[in-house]
């Protein structure tokens, strides 16, 4: 049911720090990868100075959210250590929050080690791209800390994911899959799960359009869906361009999304995002109008 003005009625929300986040219409995600080899934004934000300026111009732009990550998901990324990774994001998030003290910090990792870290310093959302498969720790971690948590499907590793890309029933086979582990965080006592189909990750640009042509199916869970596609290779190679040149393309899809009903878009483009989620709204308040 749709709600007048907004594209989504749906009464979800999410406990950020004790503070409820209504998500009866869509929220933004802004992407802050303090990393060397991101495949958009790597080596971008590593200095301080860099970090901040990136937080502030996302949070001016209107991110409701940003997902801090240090450890690059790209396909065939480098490996490196848990410490590293901490080094990386700890510094990060301290000094985004020392400065605007009220942002809604996620952090973007596997390893229930940073993730448990990270919450300590001020985060209040887990987004792990491996679904809980590459620390058997990190549900027991998301539930002792009782914040939001991110599900991804991913098969592998972001070294082996691109091998790992066969399915008979792509989207039955996925969906499946989040709802198994969904009723295991449930009996953990996790309270607020977000679902991710995981574009990009075991799946080939076919498969990822496809995924995103039925994304209203994860609505099914009852549970808010995010669409993490920006800039990602199903953009840039069906254009035969570059990440850098992915915008226009990027929010085309991310239209679609939203008309296939996800509810947080996770983006490197908040302003763009922004007036996507603006100019489809605008679309269902006329179509609601006509109907009256």
């Known amino acids: 049911m749709q709600t007048k003005g907004t594209i989504f009625y749906a009464k979800k929300t999410l406990c950020l720090k004790g ?21 958009y934004d790597g080596g971008k934000h590593q200095l301080s100075d860099q970090i901040l300026s990136k937080a502030s111009q996302l949070l ?107 399915y008979e029933h792509l989207v039955s086979e996925v969906l499946l899959d989040l709802q198994q582990k969904v009723t295991k965080l449930k009996q953990l006592g996790v309270h607020d799960v977000i679902i991710d189909p995981g574009f990009g990750f075991a799946k080939n640009i076919p498969q990822n359009f496809q995924l995103l042509q039925h994304l209203r199916m994860f609505q099914a869970l009852g549970l808010p869906v995010l669409a993490g596609i920006s800039r990602k290779s199903m953009i840039y190679k069906t254009l035969q361009t570059s990440a850098d040149e992915a915008l226009y393309g990027t929010v085309a899809l991310h239209t679609v999304a939203l008309q296939n009903e996800a ?21 269902y308040r006329f179509c609601l109008t006509e109907n009256e």
């Open 19 to 39: 503070t409820l986040m209504l998500l009866n219409r869509p929220v933004v995600m802004g992407i802050l990868n303090v990393t060397p080899d991101s495949f």
């Open 60 to 166: 001016d732009e209107g991110a409701d959210i940003i997902d801090i990550g240090g450890y690059s998901s790209r396909p065939n990324a480098d490996d490196i250590g848990v410490q590293e990774e901490i080094d990386r994001v700890l510094p990060a998030i301290e000094l985004i929050l020392k400065n605007h003290p009220h942002t809604h910090l996620s952090i973007d990792t596997f390893r229930a080690s940073v993730a448990s870290e990270a919450v300590n310093a001020g985060a209040c959302i887990i987004n792990d791209i491996s679904g809980g498969n590459l620390d058997h720790q990190m549900f027991d971690t998301v539930a002792r800390l009782q914040v939001p948590y991110v599900l991804m499907h991913m098969r592998g590793t972001p070294q082996t994911m691109t091998t790992l890309n066969e």
């Open 263 to 283: 509810n947080i878009l996770r983006v490197h483009d908040v302003k763009a995002a922004k007036d996507a989620i603006a100019m489809v709204e605008a679309l």
